[in-house]
């Protein structure tokens, strides 16, 4: 499928917004907020920029920096200053910036890890794009009420505290929460706590730690841990492909929001339903081998591998054996916003990506089983949580803005807003 961020056009960012400035220490206080209501260090580097993209309403930069529309920051410059009530488009507006720059602090917590091993998913990768945007929606939209009142906007502008702001993302919230909900039912933990293992893994590691999570709960008794990795891709690849099957969809352009939603739930719903298909295999496998060798102190064999499977093992030996320096985030220059370029289908980059999750590739012969097993090496490391880094959220302009009175001359705001999604 085509890479839904391939036609984005990511103009420069705008003149630097000053720290003493009231729209500079608004942003901030949310930032920080955010920091707060997360429990997770920031990546933000204090820089706030001016946002050029019309059709973009905020994004955070691949060095720390955000940026916002002016515009629509002087409503809310205007909304603490105004005299008598606000019109209804202008409290919308307030709280949709709002929404924005917590979206975007939100991603900011955010680690990149390592996309360069053999089992990551690479970031902005569809199915990858699904599963941090989703995230990332049901996070903001849940905690907005909690961070506007720790910001005292609730006594401030109390008027935004009743507005409810439409999802950027209400397809890929569906999704992401029947995927989470499924997984908790699996594994027989909270969907809080398995929300709270993706939130603070890596990445490019969030499909691996949903198999552990699997893993640990179903197949930790029956299986030696060297097959972990195996398992992980085979078990992660249904959830891979249901999502990267959603994501041009999901921020298709003339939709109603709940026909997205419920396009979701059923995609949720369907990747689900594969990774239960082949964690029933797999335990069926294990159980069986059990059940005819009671008490053997042998481990039991692997499940028939696939040669993409093979390869991915072998390439994950190379891998640790090689060691490799950890990747340094180049720090974009201050006048220039490199969009992310889509991403070709690759086996020893992303297995299991848009163009192969899913399939297996057919089971090796024998012969191939005997030549690629002496390469096979433990790669049994569960998921861990990291730290923080940035990344973005949408520029599709899919969210209508709405219509705001002329004031002081400012101009009539006519852009349409959507949190960014391209790292700038």
Known sequence: MTNPLSSIVVQPRGPEILPGTPEYEWVASIIRAVERRAGLPGGWNGRLYEERNPGVGGAIHRDGAVSMQSAMLDVVREAYTEQGPLIDDDKLLVRLTAVTVVHEARHLLTDLGDERAPDAVKIMSPEEFVLEEGLNDTWTHRHVDA???????????????????????????????????????????????????????????????????????????????????????????????????????????????????????????????????????????????????????????????????????????????????????????????????????????????????GRSGGPATAREVAHLQQFLGSHTASSRPAGSTVDSGDPTGQRPEPARRPRDGTARLSARYQPSRAFR
């Open 147 to 357: 961070i506007l009142q720790d910001i005292d906007m609730d006594t401030a502008v109390p008027e935004v505290m009743g507005v409810q702001a439409p999802a950027s993302y209400p397809g890929f919230m569906k999704a992401t929460d029947g995927l989470v909900d499924g997984v908790a039912r699996i594994s027989g933990q909270t969907p809080e706590q398995v929300r709270d293992t993706l939130h603070r893994t890596p990445r490019p590691q969030r499909f691996n730690a949903l198999a552990d999570l699997v893993i640990d709960s179903r197949l930790g008794d029956l299986m030696p841990d060297s097959h972990r990795a195996q398992l992980r891709h085979r078990l992660s690849g249904p959830v891979r492909r249901e999502l990267a099957n959603f994501a041009e969809l999901g921020v298709a352009a003339g939709i109603p929001a709940e026909t997205l939603a419920e396009w979701g739930e059923q995609q949720g719903g369907k990747a689900i339903a594969g990774l239960d298909a082949e964690l029933g295999k797999v335990e069926t496998h294990y159980r069986a081998w059990h059940e005819q060798n009671p008490g053997a102190e042998s481990e039991p064999p692997r499940p028939q591998p696939s040669r993409q499977e093979l390869i991915l093992l072998r390439q994950l030996k190379a891998y640790a054996e090689s060691e490799p320096p950890q990747p340094a985030v180049a720090e974009a220059a201050p006048d220039v916003a490199a969009a992310a370029a889509p991403r070709e289908p690759s086996t020893a980059g992303r297995p299991g990506g848009p163009a192969t999750a």
